[in-house]
């Protein structure tokens, strides 16, 4: 009867063994199932996340493209006002030029007939050259 009895609190340990260790499994199955859970739940999370940075970078895109829009009127609007501001010098230079250039040929004039005055008057005023 020793090795029936044997037999039987083997298969008593077996059965204790098989169950132990199935409760085991079920623990770690739980908890590697509340883990995957969790990462699952940080990936819909982070994709929502990004939904939204999404979004907001069309935001700034969208945004960008007026500040663009705006410094090419400013740029196209400062390029009117020097082409203006330089047309207009432009002129007042030419004025100047063509002033000082009559200014200069009275000038001359008047000193050519100053000379020639100078020299009609031979005996009272000399001129020398050099």
Known sequence: ???EELLSALKGFKDEIIEAFDQRIGIAEESFQHRLDLVVEGQQ???EKMDRMEGRMDGVETRLDRVEVRIDAVESNLNRKIDAVESNLNKRIDGVESSLGAKIDAVAAD??????DTEAHHGVYRVKEG
Do not use: T
Not at 111 to 116: E, G, K, P
């Open 1 to 3: 009867m020793k090795d």
């Open 111 to 116: 000193l050519a007939a100053h000379r020639a």
């Open 45 to 47: 999370m982070l994709a």
